[in-house]
Protein backbone atom coordinates (compact mmCIF):
# COMPACT_ATOMS: atom_id res chain seq x y z
CA UNK A 1 0.00 0.00 0.00
CA UNK A 2 3.02 2.29 0.78
CA UNK A 3 4.26 1.83 -2.31
CA UNK A 4 1.41 2.49 -4.05
CA UNK A 5 1.33 6.03 -2.84
CA UNK A 6 4.97 6.71 -3.03
CA UNK A 7 4.34 5.21 -6.70
CA UNK A 8 1.16 8.36 -6.78
CA UNK A 9 3.75 10.92 -5.68
CA UNK A 10 6.12 10.36 -8.14
CA UNK A 11 4.03 9.89 -11.24
CA UNK A 12 2.53 13.35 -9.91
CA UNK A 13 5.79 14.74 -9.83
CA UNK A 14 6.85 13.59 -12.97
CA UNK A 15 3.48 14.45 -14.73
CA UNK A 16 4.07 18.07 -13.51
CA UNK A 17 8.03 18.16 -14.87
CA UNK A 18 6.84 16.53 -18.31
CA UNK A 19 4.15 19.52 -18.89
CA UNK A 20 6.63 22.24 -17.62
CA UNK A 21 9.33 20.53 -20.03
CA UNK A 22 6.85 20.11 -23.30
CA UNK A 23 5.63 23.64 -23.30
CA UNK A 24 8.71 25.76 -22.47
CA UNK A 25 7.06 28.93 -23.61
CA UNK A 26 3.67 28.34 -21.50
CA UNK A 27 6.40 28.24 -18.03
CA UNK A 28 8.35 30.96 -18.74
CA UNK A 29 5.40 33.06 -19.71
CA UNK A 30 3.86 31.75 -16.37
CA UNK A 31 4.81 33.37 -13.14
CA UNK A 32 6.51 31.78 -9.48
CA UNK A 33 2.92 32.55 -8.26
CA UNK A 34 0.98 30.16 -11.09
CA UNK A 35 3.13 27.59 -10.21
CA UNK A 36 3.29 27.65 -7.10
CA UNK A 37 -0.53 27.42 -7.20
CA UNK A 38 -0.32 24.26 -9.41
CA UNK A 39 2.24 22.71 -7.52
CA UNK A 40 -0.12 23.09 -3.87
CA UNK A 41 -2.97 22.09 -6.06
CA UNK A 42 -1.14 18.75 -6.47
CA UNK A 43 -0.10 18.24 -3.36
CA UNK A 44 -4.06 18.74 -2.32
CA UNK A 45 -4.77 15.31 -4.83
CA UNK A 46 -1.91 13.30 -3.74
CA UNK A 47 -3.17 14.09 0.01
CA UNK A 48 -6.24 12.93 -0.31
CA UNK A 49 -5.53 10.03 -2.55
CA UNK A 50 -3.71 8.96 0.59
CA UNK A 51 -5.75 9.52 3.15
CA UNK A 52 -8.39 7.13 1.39
CA UNK A 53 -6.23 4.59 0.80
CA UNK A 54 -5.16 4.43 4.63
CA UNK A 55 -8.61 4.89 5.67
CA UNK A 56 -9.14 1.60 3.27
CA UNK A 57 -6.12 -0.17 4.83
CA UNK A 58 -7.17 0.25 8.47
CA UNK A 59 -10.83 -0.89 7.82
CA UNK A 60 -9.66 -4.16 6.11
CA UNK A 61 -7.33 -4.64 9.35
CA UNK A 62 -10.14 -4.15 11.61
CA UNK A 63 -12.53 -6.28 9.82
CA UNK A 64 -9.46 -9.01 9.36
CA UNK A 65 -9.07 -9.38 13.32
CA UNK A 66 -10.06 -12.38 15.47
CA UNK A 67 -12.76 -11.73 17.70
CA UNK A 68 -10.81 -13.61 20.69
CA UNK A 69 -7.83 -14.96 20.64
CA UNK A 70 -7.56 -18.81 21.20
CA UNK A 71 -7.23 -19.84 24.64
CA UNK A 72 -3.70 -21.52 24.33
CA UNK A 73 -2.21 -18.37 23.17
CA UNK A 74 -1.03 -15.66 25.34
CA UNK A 75 -2.72 -12.37 24.91
CA UNK A 76 -0.98 -8.77 24.99
CA UNK A 77 -2.62 -5.75 26.29
CA UNK A 78 -4.27 -4.12 23.20
CA UNK A 79 -3.37 -1.10 22.17
CA UNK A 80 -5.97 1.31 21.51
CA UNK A 81 -7.01 2.23 17.71
CA UNK A 82 -8.97 5.15 16.31
CA UNK A 83 -10.16 3.30 13.22
CA UNK A 84 -12.00 5.41 10.84
CA UNK A 85 -15.26 4.07 9.57
CA UNK A 86 -15.10 4.47 5.31
CA UNK A 87 -18.84 5.74 4.46
CA UNK A 88 -20.56 2.11 3.58
CA UNK A 89 -21.99 2.18 -0.08
CA UNK A 90 -25.31 1.05 1.21
CA UNK A 91 -25.69 1.83 5.24
CA UNK A 92 -27.62 -0.76 7.45
CA UNK A 93 -30.89 0.07 7.99
CA UNK A 94 -31.36 0.77 11.95
CA UNK A 95 -33.30 -1.71 14.07
CA UNK A 96 -37.07 -0.11 14.04
CA UNK A 97 -38.05 0.61 17.72
CA UNK A 98 -41.07 -2.28 19.23
CA UNK A 99 -44.28 -1.26 18.26
CA UNK A 100 -45.97 -0.55 21.56
CA UNK A 101 -49.59 -2.47 21.98
CA UNK A 102 -52.61 -0.64 21.58
CA UNK A 103 -54.52 -0.34 24.41
CA UNK A 104 -57.93 -1.88 25.41
CA UNK A 105 -59.88 1.24 23.90
CA UNK A 106 -58.16 1.95 21.27
CA UNK A 107 -59.33 -1.06 19.81
CA UNK A 108 -63.18 0.05 19.91
CA UNK A 109 -64.93 1.08 16.64
CA UNK A 110 -67.93 3.22 16.19
CA UNK A 111 -70.38 2.55 13.66
CA UNK A 112 -74.69 2.93 13.20
CA UNK A 113 -77.36 3.73 10.38
CA UNK A 114 -80.95 5.51 10.55
CA UNK A 115 -84.21 4.83 9.30
CA UNK A 116 -86.44 7.29 8.57
CA UNK A 117 -90.24 6.37 6.46
CA UNK A 118 -93.36 7.77 5.40
CA UNK A 119 -96.56 5.02 4.86
CA UNK A 120 -99.08 6.50 3.13
CA UNK A 121 -102.94 4.61 2.87
CA UNK A 122 -103.81 4.01 -0.36
CA UNK A 123 -107.64 2.89 0.81
CA UNK A 124 -108.24 1.02 3.90
CA UNK A 125 -109.49 0.99 7.36
CA UNK A 126 -107.03 3.61 8.77
CA UNK A 127 -109.86 4.40 11.17
CA UNK A 128 -112.57 1.82 12.98
CA UNK A 129 -115.76 2.63 15.51
CA UNK A 130 -114.64 1.99 18.77
CA UNK A 131 -113.79 -1.83 19.40
CA UNK A 132 -113.51 -2.56 16.23
CA UNK A 133 -109.54 -3.06 14.91
CA UNK A 134 -108.06 -0.50 12.29
CA UNK A 135 -105.22 -1.34 10.69
CA UNK A 136 -102.05 -1.13 12.63
CA UNK A 137 -98.71 -2.75 12.31
CA UNK A 138 -97.19 -4.26 15.70
CA UNK A 139 -93.58 -3.27 13.57
CA UNK A 140 -94.51 0.34 12.51
CA UNK A 141 -96.63 2.36 14.79
CA UNK A 142 -96.22 4.94 11.87
CA UNK A 143 -98.99 2.83 9.88
CA UNK A 144 -102.28 4.95 11.56
CA UNK A 145 -104.61 7.45 9.96
CA UNK A 146 -102.28 10.60 11.04
CA UNK A 147 -99.38 9.37 9.44
CA UNK A 148 -96.20 11.55 8.60
CA UNK A 149 -92.62 10.79 8.76
CA UNK A 150 -91.34 8.95 11.60
CA UNK A 151 -88.04 7.77 12.53
CA UNK A 152 -87.64 3.70 12.70
CA UNK A 153 -84.01 3.16 14.19
CA UNK A 154 -81.25 5.12 14.98
CA UNK A 155 -78.64 2.70 16.31
CA UNK A 156 -75.29 3.08 17.40
CA UNK A 157 -72.88 0.51 18.08
CA UNK A 158 -69.61 0.52 19.87
CA UNK A 159 -67.76 -2.96 19.28
CA UNK A 160 -64.17 -4.26 19.46
CA UNK A 161 -61.62 -6.60 20.66
CA UNK A 162 -60.54 -5.94 24.02
CA UNK A 163 -57.97 -8.70 24.21
CA UNK A 164 -57.31 -12.07 21.90
CA UNK A 165 -59.66 -14.06 23.73
CA UNK A 166 -62.73 -11.43 24.57
CA UNK A 167 -64.82 -8.65 22.67
CA UNK A 168 -67.18 -6.27 23.72
CA UNK A 169 -70.69 -5.19 21.91
CA UNK A 170 -72.65 -2.46 22.95
CA UNK A 171 -75.57 -0.88 20.78
CA UNK A 172 -78.40 1.28 21.61
CA UNK A 173 -81.67 2.63 19.92
CA UNK A 174 -82.17 6.68 19.76
CA UNK A 175 -85.95 6.21 18.17
CA UNK A 176 -87.77 4.57 20.75
CA UNK A 177 -91.06 5.34 22.08
CA UNK A 178 -92.58 5.53 25.38
CA UNK A 179 -95.86 6.84 26.72
CA UNK A 180 -96.39 9.98 29.13
CA UNK A 181 -97.87 9.06 32.70
CA UNK A 182 -101.30 9.23 31.77
CA UNK A 183 -100.22 6.07 29.15
CA UNK A 184 -102.66 7.94 26.18
CA UNK A 185 -99.66 9.57 24.15
CA UNK A 186 -96.45 8.78 23.14
CA UNK A 187 -92.80 10.60 23.81
CA UNK A 188 -90.73 9.34 20.56
CA UNK A 189 -86.48 10.05 20.24
CA UNK A 190 -86.05 8.33 24.00
CA UNK A 191 -82.93 5.96 24.38
CA UNK A 192 -83.05 2.02 25.16
CA UNK A 193 -80.57 -0.04 25.40
CA UNK A 194 -80.31 -2.97 22.63
CA UNK A 195 -77.19 -5.17 23.16
CA UNK A 196 -74.92 -5.09 25.48
CA UNK A 197 -72.79 -8.46 25.56
CA UNK A 198 -69.21 -9.82 26.01
CA UNK A 199 -68.15 -12.69 23.77
CA UNK A 200 -65.40 -14.82 24.90
CA UNK A 201 -63.32 -17.23 22.83
CA UNK A 202 -62.36 -20.24 24.04
CA UNK A 203 -59.97 -21.33 21.34
CA UNK A 204 -57.67 -19.21 19.21
CA UNK A 205 -59.27 -19.91 16.17
CA UNK A 206 -62.11 -18.59 17.64
CA UNK A 207 -64.53 -21.29 16.75
CA UNK A 208 -66.42 -21.32 20.10
CA UNK A 209 -67.60 -18.70 21.68
CA UNK A 210 -69.65 -18.03 24.92
CA UNK A 211 -71.91 -14.97 24.90
CA UNK A 212 -72.55 -13.03 28.13
CA UNK A 213 -75.08 -10.62 28.61
CA UNK A 214 -77.74 -9.08 26.41
CA UNK A 215 -78.51 -10.08 23.47
CA UNK A 216 -80.24 -11.52 20.47
CA UNK A 217 -81.84 -15.13 20.98
CA UNK A 218 -81.08 -17.77 18.40
CA UNK A 219 -84.44 -18.33 16.75
CA UNK A 220 -85.15 -18.01 13.76
CA UNK A 221 -82.83 -16.88 10.67
CA UNK A 222 -84.72 -13.40 10.20
CA UNK A 223 -84.62 -12.51 13.79
CA UNK A 224 -81.33 -12.38 13.98
CA UNK A 225 -80.95 -11.13 10.69
CA UNK A 226 -79.87 -6.95 11.65
CA UNK A 227 -82.73 -4.63 10.79
CA UNK A 228 -80.17 -2.63 8.80
CA UNK A 229 -79.46 -5.93 6.31
CA UNK A 230 -83.00 -7.28 5.92
CA UNK A 231 -84.97 -6.74 2.42
CA UNK A 232 -88.10 -6.41 4.03
CA UNK A 233 -89.22 -3.09 5.85
CA UNK A 234 -90.28 -5.23 9.13
CA UNK A 235 -90.02 -8.38 10.15
CA UNK A 236 -92.88 -10.98 9.90
CA UNK A 237 -94.99 -11.70 12.94
CA UNK A 238 -95.04 -15.32 13.16
CA UNK A 239 -91.27 -15.51 13.59
CA UNK A 240 -91.19 -12.18 15.64
CA UNK A 241 -93.92 -13.21 18.11
CA UNK A 242 -91.51 -15.82 19.34
CA UNK A 243 -88.94 -13.10 20.79
CA UNK A 244 -90.85 -9.54 19.97
CA UNK A 245 -87.45 -7.25 20.25
CA UNK A 246 -85.61 -10.29 19.62
CA UNK A 247 -83.12 -9.84 22.82
CA UNK A 248 -82.93 -10.99 26.28
CA UNK A 249 -80.69 -11.03 29.11
CA UNK A 250 -78.65 -14.75 29.26
CA UNK A 251 -75.59 -16.71 28.24
CA UNK A 252 -75.22 -18.76 24.78
CA UNK A 253 -72.75 -20.24 23.49
CA UNK A 254 -71.74 -20.64 19.44
CA UNK A 255 -69.67 -23.25 17.48
CA UNK A 256 -68.93 -22.24 14.32
CA UNK A 257 -66.70 -25.10 12.21
CA UNK A 258 -64.08 -23.24 9.53
CA UNK A 259 -66.24 -24.69 6.22
CA UNK A 260 -68.85 -23.13 7.30
CA UNK A 261 -67.11 -19.94 8.11
CA UNK A 262 -65.18 -19.72 4.98
CA UNK A 263 -68.51 -19.69 2.79
CA UNK A 264 -69.99 -16.89 4.93
CA UNK A 265 -66.75 -14.72 4.53
CA UNK A 266 -67.59 -15.29 0.48
CA UNK A 267 -70.93 -14.28 0.61
CA UNK A 268 -70.19 -11.34 2.74
CA UNK A 269 -67.68 -9.93 0.18
CA UNK A 270 -70.28 -10.95 -3.10
CA UNK A 271 -72.54 -8.25 -0.91
CA UNK A 272 -75.14 -10.61 0.45
CA UNK A 273 -77.34 -10.02 3.33
CA UNK A 274 -76.59 -12.32 5.89
CA UNK A 275 -78.05 -13.12 9.25
CA UNK A 276 -75.04 -11.41 11.69
CA UNK A 277 -72.33 -12.68 13.87
CA UNK A 278 -73.50 -16.36 15.44
CA UNK A 279 -72.74 -19.58 15.22
CA UNK A 280 -73.66 -22.38 12.77
CA UNK A 281 -74.62 -24.17 16.11
CA UNK A 282 -76.08 -22.44 19.39
CA UNK A 283 -77.24 -23.16 22.55
CA UNK A 284 -78.41 -20.83 25.28
CA UNK A 285 -80.54 -19.94 28.21
CA UNK A 286 -82.31 -16.24 28.71
CA UNK A 287 -84.75 -14.81 32.08
CA UNK A 288 -87.50 -15.13 29.10
CA UNK A 289 -89.55 -11.93 29.51
CA UNK A 290 -88.42 -10.09 26.73
CA UNK A 291 -85.85 -6.89 26.12
CA UNK A 292 -85.79 -4.45 28.78
CA UNK A 293 -88.22 -6.47 30.74
CA UNK A 294 -87.59 -7.52 34.82
CA UNK A 295 -87.50 -10.88 35.13
CA UNK A 296 -90.48 -12.58 36.75
CA UNK A 297 -90.02 -16.23 37.57
CA UNK A 298 -87.40 -18.85 38.47
CA UNK A 299 -87.50 -20.82 34.74
CA UNK A 300 -85.37 -19.63 31.75
CA UNK A 301 -85.72 -19.99 28.31
CA UNK A 302 -83.86 -22.75 26.93
CA UNK A 303 -83.33 -21.85 23.29
CA UNK A 304 -81.27 -24.18 20.51
CA UNK A 305 -80.62 -22.80 16.61
CA UNK A 306 -78.56 -24.82 13.65
CA UNK A 307 -77.79 -23.54 10.26
CA UNK A 308 -76.16 -24.94 7.91
CA UNK A 309 -75.04 -23.72 4.22
CA UNK A 310 -73.99 -26.21 1.33
CA UNK A 311 -72.47 -25.05 -1.83
CA UNK A 312 -74.33 -26.43 -5.08
CA UNK A 313 -71.58 -25.87 -7.43
CA UNK A 314 -70.91 -29.26 -8.05
CA UNK A 315 -74.56 -29.22 -9.21
CA UNK A 316 -73.83 -27.83 -12.58
CA UNK A 317 -73.31 -24.36 -14.40
CA UNK A 318 -76.40 -23.06 -13.64
CA UNK A 319 -75.79 -23.47 -10.14
CA UNK A 320 -71.76 -22.26 -10.34
CA UNK A 321 -71.58 -19.85 -7.34
CA UNK A 322 -75.29 -20.61 -5.59
CA UNK A 323 -75.37 -21.54 -1.73
CA UNK A 324 -78.27 -23.31 -0.01
CA UNK A 325 -78.66 -23.16 3.79
CA UNK A 326 -81.29 -24.95 6.54
CA UNK A 327 -81.83 -25.43 9.86
CA UNK A 328 -84.14 -25.16 12.61
CA UNK A 329 -84.54 -23.64 15.99
CA UNK A 330 -86.04 -24.67 19.43
CA UNK A 331 -87.50 -22.67 22.48
CA UNK A 332 -89.09 -23.80 26.40
CA UNK A 333 -89.92 -20.74 27.98
CA UNK A 334 -92.28 -19.74 30.85
CA UNK A 335 -93.80 -16.03 30.42
CA UNK A 336 -96.17 -13.84 32.36
CA UNK A 337 -97.71 -10.82 29.59
CA UNK A 338 -98.27 -7.54 31.20
CA UNK A 339 -101.81 -6.64 32.35
CA UNK A 340 -104.64 -3.71 31.05
CA UNK A 341 -104.19 -3.10 34.70
CA UNK A 342 -100.74 -2.46 34.42
CA UNK A 343 -99.97 -5.22 36.51
CA UNK A 344 -97.76 -8.81 35.36
CA UNK A 345 -99.87 -12.10 35.07
CA UNK A 346 -99.30 -13.82 38.41
CA UNK A 347 -99.29 -16.98 36.26
CA UNK A 348 -96.72 -18.07 34.02
CA UNK A 349 -97.88 -19.20 30.70
CA UNK A 350 -95.79 -22.17 28.52
CA UNK A 351 -94.02 -20.20 25.29
CA UNK A 352 -92.92 -23.13 23.49
CA UNK A 353 -92.05 -23.48 19.74
CA UNK A 354 -89.76 -24.93 17.18
CA UNK A 355 -89.35 -23.28 13.39
CA UNK A 356 -87.83 -24.62 10.29
CA UNK A 357 -86.18 -22.07 7.83
CA UNK A 358 -84.19 -22.25 4.11
CA UNK A 359 -82.97 -19.91 1.43
CA UNK A 360 -80.94 -20.34 -1.40
CA UNK A 361 -78.77 -16.66 -1.82
CA UNK A 362 -79.81 -14.21 -4.55
CA UNK A 363 -77.00 -15.02 -6.92
CA UNK A 364 -79.10 -13.15 -8.59
CA UNK A 365 -82.59 -15.45 -7.75
CA UNK A 366 -83.15 -16.06 -4.12
CA UNK A 367 -86.18 -18.22 -1.99
CA UNK A 368 -85.83 -17.45 1.63
CA UNK A 369 -89.11 -19.22 3.90
CA UNK A 370 -89.47 -19.79 7.46
CA UNK A 371 -92.24 -21.59 9.64
CA UNK A 372 -92.61 -22.58 13.32
CA UNK A 373 -95.14 -24.11 15.23
CA UNK A 374 -95.93 -24.30 18.88
CA UNK A 375 -98.15 -22.95 21.71
CA UNK A 376 -97.88 -19.74 23.25
CA UNK A 377 -99.70 -17.31 25.46
CA UNK A 378 -103.37 -16.06 23.77
CA UNK A 379 -105.96 -13.57 25.23
CA UNK A 380 -109.06 -15.62 25.11
CA UNK A 381 -112.25 -13.89 24.45
CA UNK A 382 -115.07 -16.48 25.62
CA UNK A 383 -113.16 -16.38 29.25
CA UNK A 384 -111.76 -12.90 29.24
CA UNK A 385 -108.14 -14.00 30.44
CA UNK A 386 -104.84 -15.66 28.72
CA UNK A 387 -104.67 -18.75 28.27
CA UNK A 388 -102.02 -20.91 26.63
CA UNK A 389 -103.12 -21.63 22.99
CA UNK A 390 -101.99 -23.02 19.79
CA UNK A 391 -99.78 -21.23 17.24
CA UNK A 392 -98.49 -21.00 13.81
CA UNK A 393 -97.75 -19.08 10.86
CA UNK A 394 -94.41 -18.17 8.24
CA UNK A 395 -93.38 -16.31 5.40
CA UNK A 396 -91.76 -17.10 1.88
CA UNK A 397 -89.99 -14.49 0.16
CA UNK A 398 -88.64 -14.15 -3.58
CA UNK A 399 -85.77 -11.61 -4.49
CA UNK A 400 -83.87 -10.95 -7.38
CA UNK A 401 -80.46 -9.20 -7.32
CA UNK A 402 -78.42 -6.87 -9.68
CA UNK A 403 -75.69 -5.58 -9.03
CA UNK A 404 -74.15 -2.77 -11.25
CA UNK A 405 -71.02 -0.72 -11.43
CA UNK A 406 -73.00 2.42 -12.71
CA UNK A 407 -76.11 3.06 -10.05
CA UNK A 408 -75.31 0.56 -7.35
CA UNK A 409 -77.19 -2.36 -6.11
CA UNK A 410 -81.24 -2.85 -6.84
CA UNK A 411 -83.14 -5.75 -5.43
CA UNK A 412 -86.75 -6.27 -6.11
CA UNK A 413 -88.29 -8.75 -4.05
CA UNK A 414 -92.16 -10.02 -2.98
CA UNK A 415 -92.80 -11.76 0.38
CA UNK A 416 -96.57 -13.71 1.52
CA UNK A 417 -96.73 -13.81 5.33
CA UNK A 418 -99.18 -15.70 7.66
CA UNK A 419 -99.93 -15.80 11.19
CA UNK A 420 -101.99 -17.71 13.79
CA UNK A 421 -101.71 -17.08 17.42
CA UNK A 422 -101.10 -14.90 20.57
CA UNK A 423 -98.50 -11.47 20.77
CA UNK A 424 -97.44 -11.69 24.20
CA UNK A 425 -95.27 -8.53 23.52
CA UNK A 426 -98.75 -6.71 24.01
CA UNK A 427 -100.74 -6.10 26.97
CA UNK A 428 -102.75 -9.02 27.91
CA UNK A 429 -101.08 -10.88 25.18
CA UNK A 430 -103.69 -10.43 21.70
CA UNK A 431 -104.60 -12.80 19.12
CA UNK A 432 -103.53 -11.52 16.11
CA UNK A 433 -104.37 -12.82 12.48
CA UNK A 434 -101.98 -11.45 9.88
CA UNK A 435 -102.25 -12.41 5.99
CA UNK A 436 -100.48 -9.98 4.00
CA UNK A 437 -98.42 -9.47 0.79
CA UNK A 438 -95.77 -7.11 0.08
CA UNK A 439 -93.75 -6.29 -3.28
CA UNK A 440 -91.34 -3.91 -2.91
CA UNK A 441 -87.57 -2.55 -3.98
CA UNK A 442 -84.16 -1.80 -2.63
CA UNK A 443 -82.20 0.44 -4.45
CA UNK A 444 -78.58 1.04 -2.80
CA UNK A 445 -76.59 3.17 -4.79
CA UNK A 446 -73.61 3.88 -2.64
CA UNK A 447 -72.99 1.90 0.44
CA UNK A 448 -73.88 4.63 2.87
CA UNK A 449 -77.91 4.63 1.77
CA UNK A 450 -80.35 2.69 0.71
CA UNK A 451 -84.01 3.65 -0.47
CA UNK A 452 -86.96 0.98 -0.34
CA UNK A 453 -90.20 1.77 -1.74
CA UNK A 454 -93.15 -1.00 -1.55
CA UNK A 455 -96.55 -2.00 -2.10
CA UNK A 456 -98.42 -3.63 1.17
CA UNK A 457 -101.73 -4.83 0.77
CA UNK A 458 -102.84 -5.98 4.58
CA UNK A 459 -105.22 -7.57 6.22
CA UNK A 460 -104.74 -7.69 10.02
CA UNK A 461 -106.44 -7.54 13.63
CA UNK A 462 -104.88 -5.08 15.92
CA UNK A 463 -103.06 -6.21 18.76
CA UNK A 464 -105.52 -4.81 21.51
CA UNK A 465 -107.74 -7.24 23.38
CA UNK A 466 -110.83 -4.39 23.53
CA UNK A 467 -111.24 -4.82 19.37
CA UNK A 468 -112.14 -7.26 17.31
CA UNK A 469 -112.74 -7.93 13.85
CA UNK A 470 -109.76 -7.55 10.89
CA UNK A 471 -108.48 -4.53 9.22
CA UNK A 472 -107.92 -4.48 5.18
CA UNK A 473 -106.00 -1.95 3.92
CA UNK A 474 -103.19 -0.81 0.95
CA UNK A 475 -100.40 1.32 1.45
CA UNK A 476 -97.26 2.75 -0.31
CA UNK A 477 -94.39 2.38 2.40
CA UNK A 478 -91.06 3.61 2.01
CA UNK A 479 -87.88 4.11 3.92
CA UNK A 480 -84.39 5.39 3.49
CA UNK A 481 -81.20 4.27 5.44
CA UNK A 482 -78.16 5.86 5.49
CA UNK A 483 -75.29 3.93 7.41
CA UNK A 484 -72.14 5.05 8.81
Known amino acids: MEDRVRGLKSKSAVLSLSLLALTPEAARAQTNEDLQRQIDELKAQVQVLTAALAAQKTASAVAQAPVSPPASTPTRAPVPVMAVAPAPSSPAAATPP ?80 VNNQAGTERREGYVQLRDAYADVFLDKAKTFRVRL ?122 VQPELRSGAVSAQAFKDNRIGLHAMLYPQPFGIQAEWNWGKGPEFDRATQAIATKNLSGGYVQLMYRLPTDTFGAVMPYARWQRYRGGWKASTSAPRLETDELELGVEWQPWKALELTVAYARMNRTEADERRTGRARGDLIRTQVQWNY
Open 98 to 177: AAKPKAWYERLSLRGYTQMRYNAFLSGDDTAPAGQSRLRSVHDSSISDRGGFSLRRARLVLQGDVSDRVSLYLQSDFATA
Open 213 to 334: GQSKVPFGWENMQSSSNRLTLDRSDAINSAVPSERDLGVVGYYTPPSVQKIWDRLSHDGQKLFGNYGAFGLGVFNGQGTNRTEQNRGLMKVAFATWPIELDGLGDGLAGQVFEFGGSGMLND
